[in-house]
T-cell receptor, first 113, second 114 residues
Framework: SQQGEEDPQALSIQEGENATMNCSYK?????LQWYRQNSGRGLVHLIL?????REKHSGRLRVTLDTSKKSSSLLITASRAADTASYFC?????????????FGKGTLLTVNP | DAGVIQSPRHEVTEMGQEVTLRCKPI?????LFWYRQTMMRGLELLIY????????DSGMPEDRFSAKMPNASFSTLKIQPSEPRDSAVYFC????????????FGAGTRLSVL
C-alpha cells in the first residue's frame, strides 16, 4: 500500500498565488522528501526534511513536518507558470532501511498565467 | 554529469514479445532503482540494487520480470513475455548512500504492449 498520500489530487491557481500540498504517511520515517515531475519527464528531487526537523526552506519552497500527525506540507510561494507539474512526497522505511522510498500518487499543480 | 540515462525512450511491442529496458546510472552512485508508473497504481518500486547486488525484488510483479546489473554502469529490466497490462512508464533512478538516498531519475521509458 502507498506510504504517502498527497492531498489534494489536483490544484489549480493563478500565477503569483501560493500553493500548498499535503502529504500523510503511515509508519515511522527517517526522512521525507518532495519531488517534482514535469509532464513526460522523470522525477526531480526538491527538498528533504529529516524526522527531527519541523520546517525547512529552499528558495520559494517551504516544507513542514509533523511526525506526531504523520504529515507534511509543501508550500510554494509566488507561484509561476513554470511550477506547473506533479508533486510527490516520498518516505523511507525508517529504521536502518532508508534506501527504499515509497511515493504517493502526487498532486497535480496547474499554475495559470 | 549526464544524469541517469535510459533507453529506449519509447517502446511499442506486441503481446508475447520480449522487452529489454536499459539504464546507465550516475557514475559513482551505489544504489540503482527500477520503478513503474501508471495512472492507477502510481509509482511502484520494482527492484533495487546496492553495489550491483539485488537487495529487494519484492515489487517485481511476476516471474516474467527480471532485472540484472552486470556492472556499476549498466542495468537492464527485461519482460518476457510482455502483456498489455505491462504498459506503463518505467523509470530508473540512482542514488548515493552518503547523500541520504536522494534519488536521481532518468527520463523514463514509455512502454506500450499491444
Amino acid at each position: 500500500s502507498q506510504q504517502g498520500e498527497e492531498d489534494p489530487q489536483a490544484l489549480s491557481i493563478q500565477e503569483g498565488e501560493n500553493a500548498t500540498m499535503n502529504c500523510s504517511y503511515k509508519t515511522s520515517i527517517n526522512n521525507l522528501q518532495w519531488y517534482r515531475q514535469n509532464s513526460g519527464r522523470g522525477l526531480v528531487h526538491l527538498i528533504l526534511i529529516r524526522s527531527n526537523e519541523r520546517e525547512k526552506h529552499s528558495g520559494r519552497l517551504r516544507v513542514t513536518l509533523d511526525t506526531s500527525k504523520k504529515s507534511s506540507s509543501l508550500l510554494i510561494t509566488a507561484s509561476r507558470a513554470a511550477d506547473t507539474a506533479s508533486y510527490f512526497c516520498a518516505t523511507d522505511a525508517g529504521g536502518g532501511s532508508n534506501y527504499k522510498l515509497t511515493f504517493g500518487k502526487g498532486t497535480l499543480l496547474t499554475v495559470n498565467p | 554529469d549526464a544524469g541517469v540515462i535510459q533507453s529506449p525512450r519509447h517502446e511499442v511491442t506486441e503481446m508475447g514479445q520480449e522487452v529489454t529496458l536499459r539504464c546507465k546510472p550516475i557514475s559513482g552512485h551505489d544504489y540503482l532503482f527500477w520503478y513503474r508508473q501508471t495512472m492507477m497504481r502510481g509509482l511502484e518500486l520494482l527492484i533495487y540494487f546496492n553495489n550491483n547486488v539485488p537487495i529487494d525484488d519484492s515489487g517485481m510483479p511476476e516471474d516474467r520480470f527480471s532485472a540484472k546489473m552486470p556492472n556499476a554502469s549498466f542495468s537492464t529490466l527485461k519482460i518476457q513475455p510482455s502483456e498489455p497490462r505491462d504498459s506503463a512508464v518505467y523509470f530508473c533512478a540512482s542514488s548515493l548512500w552518503l547523500a541520504k538516498n536522494i534519488q536521481y531519475f532518468g527520463a523514463g521509458t514509455r512502454l506500450s504492449v499491444l
